[in-house]
């Protein structure tokens, strides 16, 4: 059977259970998380590379090895990527001495990665994280060496992964690449309460960034100032004012409660206390939070709707300004017949496409893994 390396830098802390000072995690650090999990459940060999955050080099977690590259701080201006940065990734990526390496997200660890495997013959799997993965020019590459590497990454791929079909048309029309949709997997609830045992209205949950629209959450909060709203999300060191004006903003309003950043496991309780998620972001890939919402029965009232999927299948509602974003909510918070029959297609949707064995499939065909018919909820 292959043994699959999962490379992610900031993995550590979710997959760990820890939190890190100034280090903040989003969905692809979670889906790591979770694929690793589900794999190595499933009976596989499976570890990680990630950075290095005074953990042991080789310890181990859920019978997953990690091992660590670089610290956040290590290495000079101007020559970080190159010593002591890429000599650490390349002797992290020897260590895990794996047959297949998989990383997610547009960057230069994608050709760098792709470079190691090429060299020492192992294949390279890749998954697109958000939409803008497959534009000619991804969102987050900033440097001029970046996107070159990014573009040999792909171009040496095995196996490219994406989230919906909206990122398999953009990935071949623009780089003439073929890839195969692969799912994203879901930390499932034990149990699903009802609308009345659940004390949180409304959760909007993602770092403040300004592609997720922060600033959007004082008008929207502005027209329900009657419900339960509660916000959590870390800083975006570029953009720190975002966090400011949640943060000044929750500290006026009574009914507003601003967490900040707050660890994976803490995330989770919020979703099993939530009646409807909200979603402002300007664009995504496929947000785990949805994801998380749906399993728990909740209807999403979201600016983004990946593949139309939240109205094709009345998952929530798609929206486009803050007035109609609360006047949504309003509505299903003061209906709760029309809350509970979308709560339960919701649940529905997750049960018909979104079981674990489902979403693992293209992965371990991916990985060169045999197919697995069982279903663990709990990986």
Request: with cysteine; aromatic share 10%.
């Amino acid at each position: 059977m292959s043994k699959i390396c999962l490379v992610n830098y900031f993995m550590w802390p979710v997959l760990s259970g820890n939190t890190v000072a100034g280090v903040s995690t989003g969905g692809e650090e979670v889906q790591h998380s979770l694929l690793a999990k589900a794999l190595s459940e499933s009976g596989a060999d499976v570890s990680v590379v990630t950075g290095d955050f005074g953990q042991i080099d080789g310890s181990t977690h859920h019978d997953i090895k990690l091992f660590k590259t670089f610290k956040m701080s290590s290495g000079l201006p101007g020559v970080r990527m190159l010593y002591p940065r890429l000599t650490h990734l390349m002797r992290a990526l020897k260590r895990a001495d794996a047959d297949v390496y998989y990383v997610s997200c547009a960057g230069p660890i994608v050709g760098y990665v792709a470079a190691f495997c090429k060299l020492f013959g192992k294949r390279f799997v890749f998954r697109a994280a958000i939409d803008a993965d497959c534009e000619l020019r991804p969102l987050y590459l900033h440097h001029r060496h970046e996107l070159p590497l990014y573009r040999f990454g792909l171009r040496n791929t095995q196996t490219r992964l994406v989230q919906s079909e909206k990122q398999r048309a953009s990935l071949t029309q623009n780089y003439g690449l073929d890839s195969q949709i692969a799912g994203m997997l879901v930390d499932w609830p034990e149990t699903v309460p009802p609308i009345d045992e659940r004390p949180i209205d409304v959760l909007w949950l993602a770092n403040l960034k300004p592609a997720k629209r922060p600033d959007w959450i004082p008008p929207v909060c502005d027209l329900l100032p009657d419900f339960a709203i509660q916000i959590a999300g870390g800083k975006d060191h570029h953009r720190p004012d975002l966090y400011d004006l949640v943060s000044d903003y929750a500290a006026d309003h009574p009914n507003v409660e601003f967490h900040g950043a707050v660890p994976y496991t803490q995330s989770i309780r919020l979703f099993d206390q939530t009646k409807v998620f909200i979603n402002t972001s300007e664009f995504e890939g496929f947000p785990n939070t949805y994801l998380q919402s749906w399993a728990r029965g909740i209807p999403v009232v979201a600016t983004y709707d990946p593949d139309g999927l939240i109205q094709k299948r009345g998952l929530g509602v798609a929206v486009s300004t803050p007035a109609e974003l609360a006047h949504v909510v309003r509505r299903l918070l003061s209906s709760p017949s029309e809350w509970l029959e979308c709560s339960q297609r919701c649940i529905q949707f997750m049960e018909e496409r979104y079981r674990n064995d489902i979403v693992l499939q293209p992965y371990r065909q991916a990985f060169g893994l045999p197919r697995s018919d069982s279903w663990n909820r709990s990986a």
